[in-house]
C-alpha cells in the first residue's frame, strides 16, 4: 500500500464514528419508530434504554459500598432494582457481609433519588430534636433506632446499615466516601 493511502486509510479509522452501543441503538430505533408513526415501538425502545442507563447508574451507585472487611465476604443484592421500582423509582444498591466463621453478617443499602427517601427526609434531618439516638461516621449523622442505623447525604441518598450491633455497623460505615457520594449522579 502507498504511504498516503495508508496514511489516509488510518486517518480514516480514527475519525470513524464509535460502534453504537446498545442504548444508542435503542434511542436510534425509537427515532426511527416515531418518524415512522410507530409510537408504541418508539416507546419500547425508549423504555429498553431507559432500563439500561438505570443499570448502569446502579453500578456506580455499587461501587460506593465499603469493600468487605477482613475476614468477611460481600454479595452484591442483584435484585435491588425491582426493589426500587416499587417505591416508585431511584437507584439502589445492596450488599451482604458475612463473616467467613459463618457467624451473624449485616446488610448495607443505598438508595438514591427515590421518591421515599424525600419523603423520609424530614424525619430523619429531626430525629436528634425528638430524642433518638444519634451516631457520627466523620460529619455523617446516623440514627440508630431497632438494630438499624439510617442516615441521609445530600437530602436524596439514604443509607441503611442492619444485621449487627452499632460498633460493627459504625465500623462498616466508614468505608463509605460520603463526599463523593453526595455527587452521585450529579
Do not use: H
Request: net charge negative; charged share 25%.
Amino acid at each position: 500500500m502507498k504511504p498516503v493511502a495508508l496514511a489516509l486509510l488510518c486517518l480514516s479509522l480514527t475519525t470513524a464514528p464509535a460502534v453504537a452501543d446498545e442504548i444508542t441503538d435503542a434511542l436510534d430505533a425509537a427515532r426511527s419508530a416515531y418518524e415512522e408513526g410507530d409510537i408504541q415501538y418508539a416507546i419500547e425502545e425508549l423504555d429498553f434504554a431507559k432500563q439500561r442507563l438505570a443499570a448502569m447508574k446502579a453500578e456506580v451507585l455499587e461501587k460506593f459500598l465499603p469493600p468487605a472487611p477482613d475476614g468477611w465476604t460481600r454479595t452484591l443484592e442483584p435484585d435491588i432494582g425491582s426493589a426500587m421500582g416499587m417505591m416508585g423509582g431511584g437507584t439502589g444498591a445492596e450488599a451482604d457481609y458475612t463473616p467467613e466463621d459463618g457467624g451473624a453478617g449485616y446488610t448495607i443499602t443505598l438508595m438514591a433519588d427515590s421518591p421515599m427517601v424525600s419523603a423520609m427526609a424530614a424525619m430523619i434531618s429531626n430525629a436528634g430534636l425528638m430524642g433518638a439516638q444519634i451516631e457520627r461516621v466523620g460529619r455523617q449523622k446516623f440514627i440508630v433506632q431497632d438494630g438499624e442505623m439510617t442516615g441521609l447525604v445530600d437530602n436524596r441518598i439514604l443509607i441503611k446499615a442492619n444485621g449487627a450491633d452499632v460498633e460493627t455497623l459504625l465500623a462498616a460505615l466508614e468505608g463509605i466516601d460520603y463526599r463523593a457520594l453526595g455527587r452521585f449522579g450529579q
